[in-house]
Nanobody, 117 residues
Framework: QVQLVESGGGLVQAGGSLRLSCAAS????????MGWYRQAPGKQRELVAT???????NYADSVKGRFTISRDNAKNTVYLQMNSLKPEDTAVYYC???????????WGQGTQVTVSS
């Protein structure tokens, strides 16, 4: 079992920045990909960004150029730097980890990000 602890959400004005962190702990399984998803009220959960163990990244079109995902493999921690935030970025952001050759899929508890106009 892997536990994910998220931090860094909050309230920010449009144009501002936030940094989310997610630390994975527990069984020492090989982590394949770490990522962030978000879910706005009344909408489906959607991918924001992912980063693979080798460092390659993938972003949703809506956040390209504004958000940056990174990871510290030694700490099993993934970060999401969010700049130029927009009201439409308001959502609960969830950390996701796939491990053990993509056999295991873990979710964090979610952290609220609210962007005011």
């Amino acid at each position: 079992q892997v536990q994910l602890v998220e931090s860094g959400g909050g309230l920010v004005q449009a144009g501002g920045s936030l940094r989310l962190s997610c630390a994975a702990s527990g069984n020492r399984v090989s982590i394949n990909v770490m990522g962030w998803y978000r879910q706005a009220p009344g909408k489906q959960r959607e991918l924001v960004a992912t980063i693979f163990s080798g460092g390659s990244t993938n972003y949703a079109d809506s956040v390209k150029g504004r958000f940056t995902i990174s990871r510290d493999n030694a700490k099993n921690t993934v970060y999401l730097q969010m700049n130029s935030l927009k009201p439409e970025d308001t959502a609960v952001y969830y950390c996701n980890v796939q491990a053990g050759g993509y056999l295991y899929n873990y979710w964090g508890q979610g952290t609220q990000v609210t962007v005011s106009s």
